[in-house]
């Protein structure tokens, strides 16, 4: 299963804008999909991730509230709705899934290692 991230672009402070994790192959369904993101010089950050069926999401507390995480495995793509931006959201943010076909708990869908298939990234720059 390969994934690529898109959707990304600049808006505004409080704007919104909604990211697409696609992914190829026939078993996308299996994994766990999670989003993350990186500023230049620092680690890649968790955001959300998302259960095999689409009813069991993780979301980060600096996005709660605001991101909301979905899958729809019909066209095998994972959402990230972005609402009320702020500039500390700026970054590039990837969509990777679960190295194995499994539902990971709520310890181990933080944790990147746990993740593989990383696409190449989409910008989201945020302006004040």
């Known amino acids: 299963v390969q994934l690529q991230a898109f959707g990304g672009g600049l808006v505004q402070t409080g704007g919104c804008l909604r990211l697409?994790?696609?992914?190829?192959?026939?078993?996308?369904?299996?994994?766990?999909v999670g989003w993350f993101r990186q500023v230049p010089g620092t680690e890649r950050e968790f955001i959300a991730s998302?259960?095999?069926?689409?009813?069991?999401?993780v979301v980060t507390d600096s996005v709660k509230g605001r991101f909301t995480i979905t899958r729809d495995n019909t066209k095998n793509t994972v959402y990230l709705q972005m609402n009320t931006l702020r500039p500390e959201d700026t970054a590039v943010y990837y969509c990777?899934?679960?190295?194995?076909?499994?539902?990971?708990?709520?310890?181990?869908?933080?944790?990147?290692?746990?993740?593989?298939?990383w696409g190449q990234g989409t910008q989201v720059t945020v302006s004040s």
């Open positions: 990777a899934k679960s190295r194995r076909p499994r539902d990971l708990g709520s310890d181990y869908c933080l944790l990147s290692y746990y993740y593989d298939s």
């Open positions: 697409s994790c696609a992914a190829s192959g026939r078993t996308f369904s299996r994994y766990t």
């Open positions: 998302i259960g095999r069926s689409g009813r069991t999401t």
